[in-house]
């Protein structure tokens, strides 16, 4: 499906003409879906690159968005073919209390909160050069004959998701009624990450996208608690 296909079903899922004129504008779908797509891609890390991160002599810490605009999470790094190891700053700290300072070959790496890593130890020197898979986020959706990065069969999903997003500017019982679309946009979601989780144990990966993916904003939106709540989703 290209953005044109998808805006067309946005637009006839909210009952509203074809062309921007109505209540919700070109921009706001567009929005919507990019939005969508990015947690989709952020709950099961079903899109992933490669290249390579030049270590700085003297540097412990970088922010890998500087390196990598598309970061989201690492899943492998290796150093001439060799994997390095994972830690955490607790761990490099147990390890070593003046770990930050230590020179050598890299031998562990960690990774603190969005895009933060830091080599232990980091090299004395220039010319150390890592290779980094990782899960990125989506190239976003601009014009008509964009195609979403992610698998074809989940691309309904994004007009799933798009509508919620759409409908928080109502909210009330107009939100309300689409959190079944929602439901089912998760469950695709959870659907990806099963793939993508057995395919990272096989390949070994540091990073697995979440198990169980559930949701509950009964209250914040007033929902009768004696309903079920459709914010529930389980794998």
Known sequence: MTLSTLMTAVWQRLDEPADGTGYYSAFEIVAALNRAQRLFALLSLCLETSDSLTLTAGTTWYHLRDTFPDWLVPL???????????????????????????????????HVGMDMFAAYPHPAGAGTSLTVVYARVPTALYIADDT????????????????????LKE???ALESVLPLFQRFLECAGKAARSVRARSLDLRYDTMPAETITTDL???????????????VKE
């Open 148 to 167: 979403p990065d992610i698998d074809a069969e989940y691309h309904p999903a994004l007009v799933d998701g798009a509508i919620p997003f759409l409908r």
């Open 76 to 110: 492998r790094v290796t150093l001439s073919g060799a994997k390095i190891r994972p830690a955490t700053v607790a761990q490099l700290a147990a390890l070593n209390n003046s770990w930050e300072a230590q020179t050598g070959t890299i031998s562990r790496y960690a």
């Open 171 to 173: 909210g009330g019982q």
């Open 218 to 232: 009964s209250r914040a939106l007033e929902v009768d608690a004696k309903r079920p709540s459709p914010w529930k």
